[in-house]
């Protein structure tokens, strides 16, 4: 579970870098940061959350 949230973050991380390198591409930068933490948002409590067996 920790991967599917690792990777995705990775992946923003690099898209807003990139937005922000290059200016024309700020909206890149946006997006990359909205994914971002909508990520963490959504991801890190469902970790938390075990599943009943």
Do not use: D, N
């Not at 909206?27 to 890190?44: D, E, P, R």
């Amino acid at each position: 579970m920790w991967t599917s949230i690792v990777i995705p973050l990775a992946a923003y991380t690099v898209t807003a870098i990139v937005g922000f390198v290059f200016e024309g591409l700020l909206w890149l930068a946006v997006i990359g940061i909205v994914l971002f933490i909508g990520t963490l948002v959504v991801g890190i409590p469902r970790r938390h959350v075990r599943p009943s067996v």
